[in-house]
């Protein structure tokens, strides 16, 4: 039986297991994509291990709804900080490593809202009007209208399995300019799908429209997405983006076991 939790980031939900002990070999492409699928297993955008670290406070393992190994996952780092918090493995600082290197985060007493910093980023490129970046993991971020209505599904499917990105993948933002900040929808790879909400995909649209708006200095932009609001706040010298936060809840849903 393997004992689980089920948290999400603004409806961006993830199986997350305890695995300080090594019991749990996953490794396994077909067991991971089962469990994540929401017809046959437990249903999730990704699964999560928490594993001991000799030097950090614990290790964030990830894999995507495919069952493949996946590079970062913000909110999936936002969710597993909150439940290192829930494990009493932190309190409310941490250090922690991830598949791009050490992420530092902080999350509230009451531990539903985490603070997540995600690597600098220096290296911003166009493919026509869209901006191209990696935050820990690869987005295209195109500006739209009436992304409310926009097929995402269709169009972002067609985007990452072009002849440009269908080798590595890629994640397809879709963004409209909303109050102070933005709307956004994702297509992201791995899920094959659009995702209610994507962080390391609103940290690139965000840093992505500071360039578009030669904004410079200390920068916060509010972003809503499918499943709620997220914040980013960053420094953008005009040359290289440091500091940057990714902010938003992070929420126990249930616990439960499987057999498998």
């Known amino acids: 039986m393997l004992h689980f939790y089920k948290?999400?980031?603004?409806?961006?939900d993830f199986i997350l297991v305890d695995n300080r002990e090594s019991a749990v070999n996953h490794r396994d492409e077909k067991l991971l994509s089962y469990l994540c699928n929401r017809r046959f297993g437990i249903g999730a955008d990704g699964i999560m291990f928490l594993q001991n670290h000799a030097e950090y406070d614990f290790e964030m393992v990830y894999y995507n709804?495919?069952?493949?190994?996946?590079?970062m996952c913000g909110n999936g780092g936002r969710c597993i900080v909150a439940f290192a918090k829930f494990l009493g493995v932190i309190e409310t600082e941490t250090e922690f490593m991830a598949v791009d290197g050490p992420h530092y985060a902080k999350i509230s007493a009451a531990g539903d809202w985490v603070s997540?910093?995600?690597?600098?980023?220096?290296?911003?490129?166009?493919?026509?009007?869209?901006y191209v970046l990696n935050t820990g993991s690869p987005h295209y971020v195109i500006l739209a209208n009436d992304v409310k209505g926009?097929?995402?599904?269709?169009?972002?499917?067609?985007?990452?399995?072009?002849d440009t990105y269908r080798a590595e993948g890629i994640n397809v933002n879709f963004v409209e300019a909303k109050g102070r900040g933005y709307f956004v929808r994702t297509f992201e790879r791995g899920v094959e799908d659009e995702t209610y909400a994507c962080g390391t995909g609103v940290t690139a649209v965000a840093l992505a429209m500071a360039k578009h708006n030669n904004q410079t200095g200390n920068l916060t932009t509010p972003i809503q997405v499918l499943g709620g609001e997220l914040n980013i706040r960053f420094n953008y010298d005009g040359n290289k983006f440091t500091d940057v936060f990714l902010e938003g809840p992070a929420l126990q849903v249930f616990k439960g076991e499987i057999e498998c």
């Open 7 to 12: 948290y999400q980031g603004a409806g961006n």
């Open 65 to 71: 709804a495919d069952g493949k190994p996946s590079s």
């Open 116 to 130: 997540l910093q995600m690597i600098d980023v220096e290296q911003v490129s166009k493919d026509a009007d869209a």
């Open 150 to 162: 926009k097929d995402v599904y269709t169009e972002g499917y067609a985007i990452r399995n072009n």
